[in-house]
């Protein structure tokens, strides 16, 4: 799957009736969602943009003369009291904070004060060979403690992969990846180099985890995985985590693990994912400092790109049933009774938390891709958040024109490019490697 149609398609209205009984994932998924709707006492959600039909109603808007409608976007740099951010101090101890206490109450959801722990073991080691280089992947399970509430098993799956011949230490890039595979199309004949082959011609180390092992990707998980354990198998409250934000969560645990692990450098792991995936990439990034650098794939709504914008996706179709358990049940608000400005941050603000280290958003083409993950909003979240990086005396993305296709916007700590294919992170990886090799200094493979 790459880019899901139900989402795109013009769901009903967000009624429900709720009269019906859950026979099947998708009945249990919109009962909880008529569920987190009355708990924030909303009668009825407005509609999503439609990216199937042009001709519909609610098309989706490609016009970028429409797109901006609310052009303000909330200062990373005033604190709420109106006072301006002058240091950097002043960012880290204050402005930082109302931001992230935004995020979670409104947007991605808090994760509980206390978790149970994880513990990870090596269940396989196995020496292969990967593009020419002798590698050496582990296989990896961490086990969340379900003492607390046994009916729940969370198991994380997680593989490492590095060079067989690294004298110590290596940068490793970890991927949120799909069954153990990365997310993509299924590997076929290619002209270049996978992405596990490019990293290890830097004389580093990839991983891959499965989202899907710690928290599932739909509403009737929620009771489930590692937000259901953390409930005691309770339905969510309106400020509870989405899973984003357990996704993100389950790759800060694998972090944990590595800075065990003597054969990687835990001060140099990047993380990078497509599409959901891009999303709770760079949810991981913004949240955990420890990750070095973000490679953040297409991920549009709920992701990189502005909320206030009207291109393509829309508050409104992440607040859906079919994608509504990404983000914290707050987030239905802005989809009806408010509206996208009524949020307190926007994405830009997202792309601060991850100030001062450095991160690549990255896209496809116009027209392999297509609008829906608006290129140009996840281009300008980059520019507003260029302020807070200024602060910290790291460098912005450079201008604010939006760039030509195949244009390598790297010279800051912010960085975009717009490849010229599909929905994929793909074409950008040489890009990444050598944006990242300014702060990983290679290791000799
Ligand atoms: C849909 C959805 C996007 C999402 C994408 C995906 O297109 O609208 O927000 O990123 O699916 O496949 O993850």
């Not at 769901?11 to 919109?30: D, I, L, M, N, R």
Request: glycine fraction near 12%; proline fraction near 7%; charge should be positive.
């Amino acid at each position: 799957m790459v880019v899901s149609q139900t989402s795109r398609g013009d769901e009903s209205k967000q009624k429900s009736s709720g009269a019906t009984q859950p026979t099947s994932a998708k009945g249990t998924t919109q009962q909880d969602h008529k569920r987190m709707m009355d708990l924030l006492n909303i009668k009825e959600l407005r509609r999503g943009a439609n990216g199937n039909d042009r001709t519909a109603p609610n098309a989706a808007n490609y016009d970028e003369s429409k797109a901006n409608p609310n052009p303000t976007l909330p200062d990373p740099l005033t604190l709420r009291n109106g006072k301006k951010v002058t240091t950097a101090e002043m960012w880290r101890k204050e402005r930082r904070q109302e931001i992230v206490e935004d995020f979670d109450r409104e947007v991605y959801g808090r994760v509980p004060k206390e978790l149970p722990k994880v513990g990870w073991k090596v269940t396989d080691t196995k020496n292969e060979e990967v593009g020419g280089v002798a590698t050496i992947t582990k296989k990896l399970i961490g086990h969340v403690d379900n003492s607390s509430f046994p009916k729940i098993t969370v198991d994380i799956q997680l593989t490492l992969t590095t060079p067989a011949a690294a004298k110590g230490p290596v940068p490793v890039i970890m991927e949120f990846g799909f069954g153990g595979r990365g997310f993509g199309p299924p590997p076929g004949p290619r002209a270049a180099p996978t992405w596990q082959a490019q990293v290890l011609a830097k004389g580093w180390g990839y991983a891959i985890i499965v989202p899907n092992s710690i928290q599932a990707d739909n509403g009737a998980g929620l009771t489930q995985g590692i937000i259901g354990l953390g409930n005691k198998g309770q339905p969510r409250k309106v400020d509870d985590w989405g899973a984003l934000r357990a996704w993100a969560w389950g790759a800060s645990r694998a972090l944990d693990y590595f800075e065990t692990d003597p054969t990687v450098d835990a001060k140099k792991v990047g993380i990078e994912g497509l599409s959901r995936y891009g999303k709770a990439a760079i949810v991981a990034m913004a949240y955990d400092e420890r990750f070095a650098i973000g490679f953040i794939g297409s991920s549009g709504a709920g992701g990189a790109k502005l909320h206030r914008r009207n291109f393509g996706e829309q508050v409104e179709n992440v607040a859906g049933s079919g994608e509504y358990h990404w983000m914290a049940g707050n987030y239905l608000k802005y989809a009806g009774p408010l509206t996208s400005k009524d949020l307190p941050v926007d994405s830009h603000e997202l792309v601060a938390l991850c100030a001062p280290r450095p991160v690549l958003i990255s896209v496809g083409s116009q027209q392999v891709e297509g609008g829906w993950v608006d290129a140009k909003g996840m281009f300008l979240a980059g520019v507003h958040a260029g302020p807070v990086y200024k602060l910290l005396d790291k460098k912005d993305l450079g201008t604010t024109e939006f760039p030509p296709q195949e244009t390598a916007l790297v010279e800051g700590e912010i960085a975009y490019r717009q490849h010229n294919g599909g929905h994929t992170t793909g074409p950008n990886w040489p890009t990444f490697l050598t944006f990242a090799e300014r702060y990983f200094k290679p290791t000799a493979p």
